[in-house]
């Protein structure tokens, strides 16, 4: 059973809330950009994948960074934590974003498809992924968040 010392421990975690933080600023510049590309406020790039920069990568990379300055780059911990985040970066990359790409094509085939009135169906969602910028930018995000609350 969980006491409240657990809690006050717990809201006491730097490499959970950097992580936290690195994802938050993350998804909070998608939307800053969103308003300024497109003069409007649209609350899926709060909560939709995809976009500059990569929440996923802010939040491993930062993830990796706290534990590495914690626990030292050279513990098993961090080995554990840096293979993580490589993956999620080369999905985020290479996987969802190829994903969103063929979801583009596909869609275009549907509306092909419906304009000739012989299918009807619902598109898919086609910003899945990241570019490579996206990426690094959100890596880059995840390492600065963890140097700059780093006790």
Known sequence: MMKMRDFV?????????TAGIAWFLAQTLKVALGVIREKRFNFRYFVGSGGMPSSHAAAVSSLATSIGLVYGFDSAIFALSLTFALIVFFDAQGVRHSSGKQAVILNKMLDDIYWKK???????????????????????LGVIISLLFYK
Not at 9 to 17: L, P
């Open 9 to 17: 421990e717990f809201s006491q975690n730097y490499i959970f809330w």
């Open 118 to 140: 012989k299918f009807d169906e619902t598109q898919l969602k086609e910003f899945l992924g990241h570019t490579p910028v996206q990426v690094f930018a959100g890596a880059g």
